[in-house]
């Protein structure tokens, strides 16, 4: 199965149809790997892709201040779009179709240093520069920062050799993201999130005091790149996530 990352993810609701509200969702591995992964976002990425104005509180005019400072006031291009589209995030700011933030994959040390070579500087071996061909930060030294670094992939990384033996698709997914893939999860309606098998059906049938099944549906949703943007907005601003996101509100 390659290519996962372009794959719509889906996961079952729940729903209390008398109550209009998603009880639970039951969801795979995936689903709660992207909805973890929320965590590892830098607020500055948030506002981004959610915009000032979906922001509660005041962080979006923070935001919105950096966008409008005139360049005269900002020290350089770079610390702007730190601020802007800071780099991080799980894989690089990739989480779902989430559009990705800018972030380098290379870097370029000077190409003065060589192992066994005593005419290089400390900074020759350590500095790296994000412009190939940046002139090297020891002034007493000519060289130019044109050798190329490469940032691995830290999640395909030796140790991760024993989900990739497994030969199966799900053990390329075993190796990737934040839970264990054999088990489904649980998730509340406010993204309390739990392994299924801890969690009997009926105990928690009775902790919303359902006494009419038949009051109850199984709906089945899909978790594109809308939902993902609508889930985040919801998860920051309300105790019934999947209820607000996936539910046609009546009047
Ligand atoms: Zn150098």
Do not use: W
Not at 53 to 65: E, K, P, R
Not at 88 to 104: H, M, N, S, T
Not at 206 to 226: A, H, N, R, W
Request: hydrophobic share 40%; charged share 20%; proline share 2%.
């Amino acid at each position: 199965m390659a290519g996962a990352s372009n794959t719509t993810l889906s996961m079952k609701l729940l729903v209390d149809t008398k109550a209009a509200r998603v009880l639970y969702a039951e969801a795979s591995k995936d689903v709660v790997d992207f909805l973890f992964s929320l965590l590892t976002l830098p607020v500055g990425t948030v506002v981004k892709i959610l915009g000032n104005d979906a922001m509660v509180g005041s962080i979006g005019n923070l935001y919105g201040s950096v966008e409008k400072l005139d360049e005269t006031y900002v020290r350089s291009a770079d610390a702007k779009g730190a601020l802007l589209a800071p780099a991080g995030g799980y894989d690089g700011g990739k989480l779902l179709q989430l559009p990705e933030a800018a972030q380098p994959t290379e870097f370029y040390r000077c190409s003065a240093y060589f192992v066994g070579c005593s005419r290089y500087y400390t900074e020759c071996a350590t500095d790296l520069s994000k412009v190939s061909g940046t002139r090297c930060l020891n002034n007493s030294c000519s060289g130019t920062m044109t050798t190329k670094m490469i940032i691995v992939d830290s999640s395909r990384a030796a140790s991760g050799g024993e989900a990739a033996a497994a030969g199966q698709s799900s053990g390329h997914a075993a190796g990737k993201g934040f839970v264990q893939g054999v088990v489904t999860y649980t998730v509340m309606d406010d993204l309390k999130v739990a392994p299924m098998s801890t969690i009997s059906g009926i105990t928690l049938l009775s902790t919303f005091g359902i006494t009419d099944i038949g009051m109850l549906q199984e709906k089945t949703v899909k978790l594109g790149y809308e939902e993902g943007l609508k889930i985040l907005k919801a998860s920051l601003q309300s105790k019934t996530v999947f209820t607000d996101v996936f539910l046609v509100k009546k009047k």
